[in-house]
């Protein structure tokens, strides 16, 4: 395995991340869940992510239980917030008050003293970003989280917010997790090249666009029963014929150079030196062997281009 700064912070961070997202808590089989954890770190993963939201706090304690057996220094932690987590008028958003309650009980469900990344879920248009730097660089301060972070802002939603850091003196958003795959690279327009120019890692998550890069769907007609597509109506709509036969053509170039598909789109990402790791989900222990695979796998400027000539028709 092999690791990357994250952003322009000392903290370095596996290539391949783990995370837990529609997977750990639920649908998933607790002890596949569990074994892929164990897995991970036995491979060298050190980057661990989860978020409250995700089945309402059961992926945190799945992950905090598998978590306390290794020595908290050894494994970089990271939890989000903005998501709804009750009915009450207060119980979503980025204000000081849900950010300070959600990280008291997210680190309760972990069961550590600290997150070392602290992720704003979504962008809250509702309360001002001062207000949302200055909870987190609290939270900082007293060391409960060591690093902030973004999921999903836009470029000009991270500029605003690096500025008014730099304005009070703020700690600065260092990470943003966006989505990012062969199929969906809208973050090379503007927020690769913000990320590049102000410190800030990308940390991307459905790498594999959400199985459909595994080459595990022949057909729009031909669903695996123990695939998420089958389970979860949302996982299927990216799954269109045009894209399946570009996955088949995907999988030749795999071939070629006797590497899975999966191992082919995640190097692919480890491109981008701005991309400090890929996130992916797992819902066997096989899955993460196969994955970590791609951290030693350098593709030839003839690879990415064939890689392109595919996506571009």
Known sequence: MKYRKLGLSGLKVSE???????????????????????????????????????????????????????????????????????????????????????????????????????????????????????????????????????????????????????????????????????????????????????GIGQVVFSPLAQGLLTGKYKSVSDIPQDSRAAKLDNFRKGLTEENIAKVQQLEAVAADLNISIGNLALAWILRQPNVSSALVGASRPAQVEDNVKASDITLSTDVLERVEAIMTK
């Open 16 to 198: 391949i991340s783990l995370g837990s997202w529609l997977t750990y808590g639920g649908y998933v089989e607790r002890e596949n869940a569990v074994n892929s954890i164990h897995k991970a770190y036995e491979l060298g993963v050190n980057f661990f992510d989860t978020a409250n939201v995700y089945e309402r706090g059961e992926a945190e304690k799945v992950v905090g239980e598998v978590l306390k057996n290794y020595p908290r220094h050894s494994y970089v932690l990271a939890t989000k917030v903005f998501g709804k987590m009750g009915d009450g008028p207060n119980d979503k958003g980025l204000s000081r008050k849900h950010i300070f309650e959600q990280l008291h009980a997210s680190l309760q469900r972990l069961g550590t003293d600290y997150v070392d990344v602290y992720y704003c879920h979504r962008y809250d248009p509702e309360t001002p970003i001062e207000e949302t730097l200055r909870a987190l660089d609290d939270l900082v301060t007293q060391g409960k989280a060591l690093y902030i972070g973004v999921s999903e802002w836009t470029a000009t939603q991270m500029a605003q917010a690096l500025a008014v850091a730099d304005k009070y003196l703020l700690d600065k958003i260092i990470v943003n997790q966006p989505i990012y795959n062969l199929f969906n690279r809208y973050i090379e327009k503007e927020v690769i090249p913000l990320g590049e120019k102000q």
